[in-house]
DNA sequence: CCTTAGATTAGACTCAGTCCAAGGTGAGAT
DNA sequence: ATCTCACCTTGGACTGAGTCTAATCTAAGG
């Protein structure tokens, strides 16, 4: 797998320091930011990124395919870097940790699908982590 | 199954015209209103109900386990009143339109589950409805 | 009827996210 | 190496869903 620097260059993006640090927080499994983090991790690295910029690179990964787009109950989205490898979510419903799972996508029956053209499942396991278990 | 305005007055509270109204619109199966929606409704059989009155109502109703809240990806959540018979959705990500599906829930392995006590699991279906299949 | 705990209300407020117009800059062309 | 401009970044205004509050109203038990 190529880096997202890289492909995002490939497609091209002027690559910014705005856009490389960005792109440099959004790397690995398990990584579901909102955007507030996203920009906090950024500004450690370039202190004077704005808001809108982190918004605007978020969104424009998300419509190229290379971020996916979260909805979290809380209502803030999440971006998730992990779009090769498909798979669903376990939240902890305490803290928002959200880990990446891999389990077989359901199917509809016939009859179930009310003649839907189906695009794609989502599944997502309500939970309890191990630390706000013990926490309580 | 009762009711929901018995099952909401058996729990003692007070029956008022417009719980009874936001209680009537929140019946059936494939019903998963938006607040402004329900608040619509409310509005064509007694017009002077607050936005406020909804929001409080919606939420009460939900933390009593009478209705369930559904976040959609619009950001708006959804009030679901089908809370008797579990089930999942099927949306239509053009309209927003969704129904009740009925499919056996998908379980983690043990070492998916990463130590986190599962409280439930939540499955989506992204699809297109035949209105908007053929609107296209 | 009275009474009052609980319900309703308008509108101010919050917060995530979008939009805009002005100024800045990456990178291809010379 | 410098120029150029299409694209990028920025602060701040704006939007829209949802929450909060303080004043007023009312369902229902005695
Ligand atoms: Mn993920
Ligand atoms: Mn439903
Ligand atoms: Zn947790
Ligand atoms: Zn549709």
Redesign the pocket.
């Known amino acids: 797998m190529t880096p997202l620097i890289d492909r995002l260059?490939r497609r091209?993006?002027?690559?910014?320091?705005?856009?490389r640090v960005?792109a440099e927080a959004m790397t690995g499994e398990h990584v579901h930011m909102?955007?507030?983090e996203v920009l906090r991790h950024a500004r450690e690295v370039?202190p004077?990124?704005?808001?809108?910029?982190?918004?605007?690179?978020?969104?424009?990964m998300v419509s190229i395919g290379e971020l996916l787009e979260i909805?979290?109950a809380?209502?803030?989205?999440?971006y998730d870097p992990n779009v090769a490898d498909h798979h669903h979510h376990l939240l902890c419903v305490e803290c928002g940790r959200m880990l990446d799972v891999h389990v077989d996508d359901p199917a509809l029956t016939a009859d179930q699908q009310h003649g839907f053209h189906i695009l794609g499942v989502e599944v997502t396991f309500r939970a309890r982590c191990p630390e706000c278990a013990s926490a309580a």
């Open positions: 260059r091209g993006w002027r690559m910014t320091p705005q856009r960005i909102t955007a507030d370039l004077e990124v704005s808001r809108a910029t982190v918004y605007n690179t978020l969104n424009e909805t979290h809380d209502g803030r989205k999440r």
